[in-house]
């Protein structure tokens, strides 16, 4: 999977992830974890876009690269954001839930207006852009 390398500002309410890699794209919230998920947002948006059109994937930046480049301030900190896109193709998928698990998928995709598969591929994006 692609990680870019992105720089973590801000403090109280105000926080913003920028790309060394990826000039103007940004990710912005009142929390670090907020402005991680926007810019994982913004990533896949701004990268799609440009891929779509024709455009071929940046040169990335290591993390060390971008630590001995100068771009970190002192109380910036760095973090790795996946680039999360859709190949545009689906495939089908073998899965085993337990099966109370999946009675509870299948309440909560239905709560929201999601298919299961819909709901999985939802939660499984959440959970690869958190990075834990």
């Keep these: 999977m692609t990680r870019f390398v992105g720089i973590i500002d801000g403090s ?3 926080w913003g992830v920028r790309f060394p890699d990826v000039p103007g794209c940004v990710g912005a919230g009142a929390t670090p974890e907020e402005a ?3 810019a994982t947002t913004a990533l896949r948006d701004v990268m799609a876009y440009k891929l779509g059109g024709g455009f071929d994937l ?3 930046s290591t993390l060390a690269e971008v630590l001995a480049s ?5 109380k910036e ?3 790795l954001i996946p680039l ?3 190949s545009g193709r689906t495939v089908r998928a073998n899965l085993t839930f337990d099966a109370g698990l999946l009675a509870a998928i299948d309440s909560e995709a239905a709560r929201r207006g999601l ?3 819909a709901f999985l591929a939802s939660a499984a994006r959440e959970k690869i852009s958190e990075g834990r």
Aim: charged share 30%; glycine share 8%.
């Design 77 to 79: 900190s760095t973090v």
């Design 36 to 38: 991680i998920a926007d």
């Design 58 to 60: 940046p040169r990335l």
């Design 12 to 14: 109280d309410d105000t």
């Design 115 to 117: 298919t299961r598969s």
């Design 84 to 86: 999360l896109l859709d």
């Design 70 to 74: 100068g771009d970190v301030g002192p």
